[in-house]
C-alpha cells in the first residue's frame, strides 16, 4: 500500500496531541528470568472521538483499538484507544512519522534506540541479560518516565 505524506504528517500531529510514546515495564512472575522485569515498547493515541481512532486504524492497518467506559461516572464519554506495541508495526509507523513530529520526536527516538538494543540482546536459557544491557533498557524506561510525566519535565 502507498501511504501520502499528508497522512504521516497527520498522524504525527495526533501522536504529538493526543499519543504517548513509552514503555510499560512488567513484572515477571514466571520466576524463570535472572531479571525481574521486561519491557513492552508502545505508542498509543486515546480520544474521546472514535472517528479519528477508527481513521488511524483503517489508513494504516496497523495496531488495534480499545474502548475504556468509566463505570464510576457512566455519563463520561467513553475512550477510544489505538495502540501498538508490535515491533515491526511499531518500527514502521515511528520511522515514517519522526520526521513530522515536534513533541514527541524524543520519545520516538528513544523507542527506536530501545527496539535496536532488545534486538542486539535477546535473552534466552542459559544466556541472561547482562548487567550492561539491563542498564540499559532501565535508562530508556527511565528517560521516556521523565518525558512523559505530567506537567512537563526538566531538561
Known amino acids: 500500500m502507498i501511504y501520502k505524506k499528508e497522512d504521516w504528517a497527520y498522524l504525527a500531529g495526533i501522536i504529538d496531541g493526543e499519543g504517548w510514546i513509552g514503555v510499560r515495564r512488567i513484572k515477571d512472575r514466571s520466576g524463570r528470568s535472572s531479571y525481574p522485569y521486561h519491557y513492552v515498547p508502545e505508542l498509543s ?13 483503517n489508513i494504516f492497518q496497523v495496531g488495534c483499538i480499545d474502548c475504556w467506559h468509566n463505570k464510576k461516572n457512566p455519563h463520561r464519554k467513553p475512550v477510544y ?30 523507542i527506536m534506540k530501545l527496539r535496536l538494543l532488545m534486538d542486539k540482546t535477546k535473552p534466552c536459557p ?11 533498557r532501565e535508562y530508556c524506561y527511565n528517560e521516556l518516565k521523565r518525558l512523559n510525566k505530567r506537567g512537563g519535565y526538566n531538561s
Open 45 to 57: 493515541v486515546s480520544n474521546t472521538d472514535e472517528r479519528i481512532i477508527k481513521w488511524i486504524r
Open 81 to 110: 484507544k489505538w495502540r501498538i506495541s508490535r515491533k515491526v508495526e511499531l518500527s514502521f509507523v515511528l520511522e515514517n512519522t519522526l520526521p513530522f513530529l515536534i513533541i514527541k520526536k524524543e520519545q520516538a527516538l528513544i
Open 126 to 136: 542459559g544466556n541472561p541479560l547482562t548487567k550492561s544491557a539491563r542498564e540499559q
